[in-house]
């Protein structure tokens, strides 16, 4: 148990559904992150929230929507997805500040058949 | 551009031996690394993290090595156990927030008992 929990743990889509993921850290951080994770590659930072605001989008497609309505809690919108976006997306938390280490829920696995 | 690497996609030690994982980086500017430990179907723990003003760094049955020179980073475990049967990633603190990361491919290390 990092202190970041995510659901769902697995989800299947079709590529014309939209879904949510839902991120949610315990830990008293300001700093949210999303990551993808796909097959044979490294970790993609994806977004970034520092106290609430976005601060950096990693040239991630539009068809990805986060938001991040408190510190505590971020989500990742996603719609009209590709069978390429299939993959492990992970959430992490920390102090905005360097050297502050990041923790990371366990992930959800996504397959946009 | 900016990457961080490993030499090695597998590694296989018989229990009891120490292991060492590499990881190169290009960016000479980085100033904070760190060492993850994914295990199936789990996000990444953090292990250890060493700053660029160190060459090593100790923890618990770990060690990090830093070789600014060469730009190379490495991961020592002492006394391999079955339970240290997972994939590791090195990673690069980017801009100067914990969890903003560069992550490199990993290398997968199995425990023969």
């Known amino acids: 148990e990092t202190g970041v929990t995510q659901t769902p743990r697995h989800l299947v889509m079709g590529m014309t559904n939209k879904k949510s993921l839902k991120c949610e850290q315990h830990?008293?951080?300001?700093?949210m992150y999303w990551y993808k994770q796909s097959a044979k590659k490294p970790l993609e930072l994806m977004f970034v929230?520092?106290?609430?605001?976005?601060?950096e989008n990693n040239s991630v497609p539009s068809r990805f929507s986060p938001e991040c309505p408190n510190s505590s809690h971020l989500f990742l919108h996603l719609h009209t997805l590709q069978p390429e976006d299939s993959a492990l997306y992970l959430c992490?938390?920390?102090?905005?500040?360097?050297?502050?280490?990041?923790?990371f829920g366990q992930g959800t696995r996504l397959t946009v058949v | 551009g900016e990457s961080v690497g490993l030499h090695l996609p597998t590694l296989s030690v018989q229990e009891g031996d120490n292991s060492i994982i590499n990881c190169a980086y290009s960016?000479?500017?980085?100033?904070?690394f760190i060492w993850y430990k994914q295990e199936s179907g789990k996000g990444p723990q953090f292990i250890i993290d060493?700053?660029?003003?160190?060459d090593k760094r100790q923890g618990q049955r770990v060690t990090v090595l830093l070789n600014k020179t060469v730009k190379h980073l490495s991961l020592q475990i002492a006394a391999t156990q079955p339970g240290d049967s997972a994939v590791y990633f090195c990673?690069?603190?980017?801009?100067?927030?914990?969890?903003?990361?560069?992550f490199g491919q990993g290398t997968e290390l199995s425990v023969k008992p």
């Open positions: 830990l008293g951080h300001n700093a």
């Open positions: 060493i700053r660029s003003n160190m």
């Open positions: 992490a938390s920390s102090q905005p500040q360097g050297s502050s280490e990041a923790f």
């Open positions: 990673a690069e603190n980017k801009g100067n927030q914990g969890g903003k990361l560069i």
């Open positions: 929230y520092n106290f609430k605001e976005q601060t």
């Open positions: 960016n000479s500017a980085s100033d904070y």
